[in-house]
């Protein structure tokens, strides 16, 4: 059964950094785009960072994240990393890796038929707490 894990999740104080991780069973990671979105209560999820497959080589992360955080993946561990520095606390969320096999990761964003609540493979998500 295929499955994601996220860890990494916690509390930490504003400026701190957290890094999170998405580690897949029974299938190869390296062949799929992997996202990370994140949730707050009251809102949908919200794509904030992906990753494209082994073969291209490219990322892509909102606005918002982008220089702060850096999304990486681990070949050999089957895992995608998403390391998060000078956290705010309207980084305060839950956050979701998820991947499908129609899931791409484009230069302008997370690219899936559908919204992206139709991914068919997510964990079951990591809370981050940025707190003083």
């Known amino acids: 059964q295929v499955q994601l894990v996220e860890s990494g999740g916690g509390l930490v104080q504003p400026g701190g950094s957290l890094r999170l991780s998405c580690a897949a069973s029974e299938f190869a990671l390296d062949y799929y785009a992997v996202g990370w979105l994140r949730q707050v209560p009251g809102k949908e999820r919200a794509g904030i960072s992906c990753?494209?497959?082994?073969?291209?080589?490219?990322?892509w992360y909102e606005e918002s994240v982008e220089g702060p955080f850096t999304i990486s993946r681990d070949i050999g561990k089957n895992t995608v990393y998403l390391q998060m520095n000078r956290l705010k606390s309207e980084d305060t969320a839950v956050y979701y890796c998820?991947?499908?096999?129609?899931?791409?990761?484009?230069?302008?964003?997370?690219?899936?038929?559908?919204?992206?609540?139709?991914?068919?493979?997510w964990g079951k998500g990591t809370l981050v707490t940025v707190s003083s």
């Open positions: 998820a991947t499908d096999p129609g899931f791409h990761c484009s230069n302008y964003g997370m690219v899936v038929q559908g919204p992206l609540s139709g991914m068919n493979y």
């Open positions: 990753i494209c497959s082994v073969r291209l080589r490219s990322a």
